[in-house]
């Protein structure tokens, strides 16, 4: 959710915001704009609704230079889109402010500001932060002191970038909850919410903790924890580089990132399988003993990691035998939760920031759980810290706010998990091998998948002048019809719902008429006989089935009922596998109907906020 950049230097740096906000532009939003320090010392500032490539237009026609300044990308919370709203806020002509998340109490701080005279040009809580903080200046205090004493009186999760024209050497920034990542450089260093806004400038990063407060200049970087007291945050180099978030050749991010999948499911099985046996160590040095405790699992997680867990409840509970709870993280954090002997809890998140799984996490070390477990894609993210254990997906960048390869390289990661458990529950060294050879081969599956988009692209020429999809799964098939049925409500605007095949008749079955696709994930299981009664139920009321079937179902097309033949995989890895197919439809359909793929409407790629 928004984007932040900020840069200090001993150069123009607004090419470097601009396009540290074009990096960010994944993350959804609705408007943009840019504050820097000119070298006369005042303020300039450029904002406007829509996309970042529309301020490049406002500032091609009218320039800005400096060599401090920040940027930033807005998704509407308080206030709705309009240029007024768009940050950055000033005040008294000397103040600019950035800032992702929610002030929870700005009204009462709002109140109080009117009384001292200042006015409101927004209806957001962000002005109130400008003005607080330009308060505190004029009454002596120094930038870091005045931004320390006005956060002291926020309520929320929220990052703030502070710079202030009368002391044009520092970004001032603080960081409670949303994320903040500090890039170092050469004589100038930077800030953002995400590491890709920072790639094409530096590959060293520091992540601020919790409660951080940190003062950035061209020479160096000093940091207060949340009791003031100086600490020293260490410094990791990334991998990734500045092609890691770019979608060449490829004509949309989803598209690049659905391919990526092969590569990022091999390299999430990398250091994890060795020998045929899993590795349990690679969780952490505490995996070996808190494993051999678990009697119960506890999955918390939003959205697309959701469904995952949700597959994950079936894999552990056949394999492992371990009873397993699969919960939306925003429900679990306000309910009262009754926490069983020896279980484990355990977050799916692709960015490790998602507000509500964090929080749960953060809930959950106060109940009593046995300790945590983290499946994360990006490494050094609160959850990863905050977690005993950690899954690291090594699905790289992710940049289309729909999640393809994330999803999958979940998938494979609480399998891997699974088999860690069983084997630590008494699975045979036969099995264990078996299984291990199943996991290997989810790549080079869904490498076979990838191959059928062409006939995908045809097909969702059915779809495109649809108002509505059904999706219909059995076992662990069925998160994957609702991470279908997600996908494509998603992306293509189509409302589209999942259901349990064996639910049609308590429901859904009044929707069934022609104008209802419905979309059937049909692998060679064990639930394949009550799957086609449930088809022949569809068929009996004219509705039009599209079924994702294994070769050997021997399921045939014929009139109502396409097939859509997949190429075998072990049940096991099914899930994995017919997820592809899925996310390839949904962005066919998606182009055909003109939306905008990476950056759907409404959505952010990481929500930061509740």
């Known amino acids: ?89 000033l005040s008294g002509g000397r103040v600019a402010v950035i800032h992702n998340g929610i002030i929870e109490n ?69 960081r409670v909850a949303s994320p903040l990542v500090i890039g170092l450089g050469e004589g100038e260093n930077f800030v953002a919410s995400g590491v890709p806004a920072l790639l094409p400038v530096t590959q060293r990063f520091i992540y601020l903790e919790q409660g951080d407060l940190a003062e950035i200049r061209c020479d160096g970087v000093s940091i207060v924890d949340t009791d003031g007291n100086a600490v020293t945050r260490e410094v990791h180099e990334t991998e990734w580089d500045s092609g890691s978030a770019e979608k060449a050749p490829y004509d949309h991010f989803m598209l690049k990132e659905i391919h990526d999948q092969p590569s990022a499911l091999a390299d999430t099985l990398y250091g994890r399988v060795a020998n045929q046996r899993v590795i349990s160590e690679s969780l952490g040095p505490k995996a070996e003993e808190l494993l051999d405790q678990v009697e119960n699992i506890h999955f918390v997680a939003c959205g697309t990691s959701y469904n995952a867990g ?63 477990l983290t499946i994360c894609n990006s490494a050094h993210s609160s959850m990863v810290r905050e977690s005993d254990l950690v899954m690291m997906t090594q699905a790289g960048p992710e940049i289309g706010v729909a999640s393809t390869k994330a999803f999958t390289t979940q998938l494979l990661s609480i399998l891997i998990v699974t088999l860690m458990l069983a084997k630590h529950r008494g699975m045979s060294e036969e099995k264990e091998k078996e299984f291990v050879a199943n996991l290997t081969h989810a790549a080079a599956a869904s490498a076979e998948a990838l191959k059928m988009s062409d006939q995908l692209k045809e097909l969702a020429k059915d779809f495109a002048d649809k108002q509505h999809t059904l999706f219909l799964g059995r076992g662990p098939m069925w998160p994957i019809a609702m991470e279908g049925a997600l996908k494509l409500k998603e992306i293509s605007y189509i409302h589209a719902e999942a259901y349990a095949a064996g639910e049609l008749k308590h429901g859904p079955l009044a929707l069934i008429d022609d104008e209802m696709p419905v979309v059937v994930v049909a692998p060679n299981n064990e639930l394949l006989e009550k799957l086609k009664s449930n088809m022949q139920v569809v068929r009996a009321r004219g509705g039009q089935l599209y079924v994702f079937a294994d070769v050997a179902t021997g399921i045939k097309s014929e009139a109502g009922m396409k097939v859509i033949a997949m190429p075998h995989a072990d049940r096991m890895i099914a899930p994995i596998v017919y997820t592809v197919p899925l996310q390839l439809l949904a962005y066919h359909v998606a182009v055909l109907r003109g939306t905008d793929v990476d950056q759907p409407r409404n959505l952010a790629k990481s929500v930061t906020v509740e």
């Open 310 to 372: 949700c597959v994950g409840k079936y894999w552990i509970e056949a394999l492992a035998g371990i009873p397993t709870q699969v919960e939306i993280a925003s429900e679990y954090r306000y309910r009262h939760v009754v926490v069983p002997p020896k279980t484990l809890f355990v977050t799916l998140s692709q960015s490790g920031e998602t507000a509500d799984t964090l929080e749960a996490l953060r809930m959950a070390k106060e109940l009593g759980y046995i300790g945590t």
């Open 106 to 174: 700005f009204q009462p701080i709002k109140d109080e500001m009117l009384e001292q005279g200042y006015t409101f040009d927004s209806e957001t809580d962000t002005e109130v932060a400008a003005h607080l903080i330009h308060y505190y200046l004029e009454r002596g205090l120094d930038l870091v002191a005045a931004v320390g004493k006005a956060v002291e009186r926020f309520e929320g999760a929220y990052a703030l970038l502070v710079i202030d024209a009368e002391d044009p050497d520092r970004i001032v920034v603080s």
């Open 1 to 89: 959710m928004c984007g932040i950049v900020g840069a200090v230097a001993r150069r123009d740096i607004v090419p470097v915001l601009v396009e540290g906000l074009k990096r960010l532009e994944y993350r959804g939003y609705d408007s943009a704009g840019v504050a820097v320090i000119r070298e006369n010392g005042s303020l300039g500032m450029s904002r406007t609704v829509g996309k970042v490539a529309g301020l490049q237009d406002k500032l091609a026609k009218n320039p800005l230079q400096g060599m401090i300044g920040v940027a930033h990308t807005r998704w509407a919370t308080h206030g709705g889109v309009t240029e007024a709203n768009a940050h950055p806020h």
